[in-house]
């Protein structure tokens, strides 16, 4: 299986990298978040006022078993996909895990631009620096490839990217 999933915390880019990846590679991209929108027809930030963190990643990690079964996919998924070995195990079995990383500081900046975005909201820049490095080791183990996307501009991540697969 060939698919390349897109791992890395959120505003690393994940979304944006996918489509210009597309250019290089006939591959379909597939917007994890968006589609569980589509499956629980609701927003992310009303999935965690219902259903609660626990019910978001339950329905991050189905989506995730079935989106793996196809090929040829670049799959931009959650920042928090990792924190379910179940789905490290997924993406491992079916393709290639291309981690973006970036500094708090640039993750800060962007993730405060919008609202979407409920594990955020309202943190401050020490917030946002343990939940990366609470994450971090998760991360670590899930990537084949690391790309520093604090350093590089988004047509630079993509080259990077296609290089190294
Ligand atoms: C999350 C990241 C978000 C989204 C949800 C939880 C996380 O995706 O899945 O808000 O736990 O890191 P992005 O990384 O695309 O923002």
Same mark, same amino acid.
């Given at each position: 299986m060939n698919n390349i999933y897109l791992i890395g915390f959120m505003g690393t880019g994940k979304? %944006?990298? &996918?489509?210009?990846?597309?250019?290089?590679?006939?591959?379909?991209?597939?917007?994890?978040?968006?589609?569980?929108?589509?499956?629980? &027809?609701?927003?992310?930030?009303?999935?965690?006022?219902?259903?609660?963190?626990d019910g978001f990643r339950n329905a991050e990690s189905q989506l995730l078993s079935i989106i793996a079964k196809e090929n040829n996919q670049i799959i931009s998924c959650g920042g928090g996909i990792v924190?379910?070995?179940?789905?490290?195990? %997924?993406?491992?079995?079916?393709g290639t895990v291309v981690r973006l990383d970036a500094t708090p500081e640039v993750i800060f900046d962007r993730v405060n631009r919008n609202d979407k975005r409920p594990l955020v909201k309202g943190k401050t820049l020490e917030d946002i620096k343990k939940m990366i490095s609470d994450r971090e080791e998760a991360y670590k183990n899930a990537a084949d490839i690391t790309v520093d996307a604090s350093t590089l501009n988004v047509d630079e991540v993509t080259s990077?990217?296609?290089?190294q697969l």
């Open positions: 979304s %944006t990298v &996918a489509k210009k990846l597309q250019r290089f590679l006939p591959f379909q991209v597939v917007e994890m978040d968006e589609a569980i929108e589509r499956v629980e &027809a609701m927003s992310i930030p009303e999935i965690f006022e219902k259903k609660g963190e924190l379910r070995q179940e789905n490290v195990d %997924t993406m491992k079995n079916s990077e990217i296609v290089k």
